[in-house]
């Protein structure tokens, strides 16, 4: 058995439920959380961020740190990174000198996680309930089939913290504008839930607004309607296909927002879910992504690439230092409000078609 010790300032408890068991194992690895792993571990994972006063014996080559947040909402200084010897990322990383994997941001699936307001008494969804969930179009018809729910949602937030986020919100609002009371808006800044199921269950489609357009970028954004069955109208990175089958969701481009909006009414007017091939290809795309695509069959895959971890340890503990703020922080955040105009204008002006 091999054993990871897990740290990270988030809380990724909920992590845990992407194994089938719920126990953090998945083939032959045993990922522990903080420090429950204490001196057995093989490897040490990062996500994102340290706990705080993390410390480990182990060499660089057997710490692997995953970099979820693109460039454009996180900075992860260079010296930071060059404490691991493999680095997951979605993002170039040209002054690394280990092993770069470039990847999807593997972000844990917040559908039936339970992590909003009410997280205290919503049931968490276990990894069996998840793959046996039922798709759109499937039985008895579900809320948004019998007409008490919208055909399409979309859950999103108000941040404008790179120019996507200027531009989706401003697409957002065009298609409202558009479909009225066929699509209903939650998130931040819109209409709050306290789980994530609340703004996917008993709808045919949902639009999938991710944070960025870089390549590999696709998130729990997209994560949660598959796992909820729900079919995907994707605005994200682009060759999704090399992850799903594309038979299963439309992407769209909305760079580009009125092909962008006719491809949604396309969509809606077409009723893809209706056709059992279809609905076979989003079971079949859930498959991939509980089974394929999500943490830890994706560690599995890559900690059996690297073979048996060495036997070494440091003399004494290190200390992990989390990243820092980007030289001149303070005055880039003093110019915030002038960068998000200019992306604004660009949005506006530049992007037609």
Partial sequence: MTIVQLSTAHAFDLLLRQSPQGDGRWEDIDVRLGADAGGEADWLIVFDHPARDLTTSLPRERRIVFLPEPASIKHYDPQFIAQFGVAFTASPLPDFDGIAIHTQPLTPWFYGAGIGASAQTT??????????????????????????????????????????????????????????????????????????????DGYRYHLVLENNLDPHCWT??????????????????????????????????????????????????????????VRGAMRENRRRLMEEHQFFPVLAAELSRLGPAPATRLEAPVPVRPPVKPPLHRLTRAFRPLRILADKAHVALVERG
Avoid: H, M, W
């Fill in 220 to 277: 729990e954004k997209l994560a949660d309607p598959l796992l909820a069955g729900v079919y995907p109208i994707f605005a994200g990175g682009p060759d999704l296909e090399a992850y799903f089958d594309p038979l299963g969701f439309t992407a769209i481009d909305i760079t580009r927002p009125d092909s962008a909006l006719a491809g949604i009414v396309r969509v809606l007017a077409e009723d893809p879910v209706s056709r059992p091939e």
């Fill in 123 to 200: 049931a968490r969804k276990s990894y069996t309930e998840l793959a046996a969930g039922p798709i759109a179009g499937e039985g008895a018809g579900g809320r948004g089939e019998e007409g008490a729910r919208a055909l399409l949602s979309a859950v999103c937030s108000t941040k404008t913290l790179n120019r996507n986020q200027v531009r989706r919100l401003r697409f957002l609002r065009r298609v409202k504008a558009t479909l009225g009371a066929r699509l209903d808006i939650y998130g931040r800044g819109f209409q709050e839930i306290a789980d994530k199921a609340e703004g996917l």
